[in-house]
């Protein structure tokens, strides 16, 4: 989950995510944004 975001975000750009793991610490990645409005639908 996603909280206190500041702006919109937009397909083609990365943001930062902090994990926050019991064991391992913090560990800091980057994650793309893609766009949801065409296909990608999720398999279950």
């Known amino acids: 989950m ?3 975001i500041k702006a919109p ?3 083609g750009e ?3 995510v ?8 913090d ?3 980057k994650v793309p944004v893609r ?3 065409g296909g ?3 398999k279950h």
């Open 2 to 4: 996603f909280m206190d």
């Open 18 to 25: 902090k994990l926050k793991f019991q064991k391992a610490g």
């Open 35 to 37: 766009d949801i409005s």
């Open 9 to 11: 975000l937009k397909a």
């Open 40 to 42: 990608g639908h999720m």
């Open 14 to 16: 990365s943001v930062s």
């Open 27 to 29: 560990v800091e990645i």
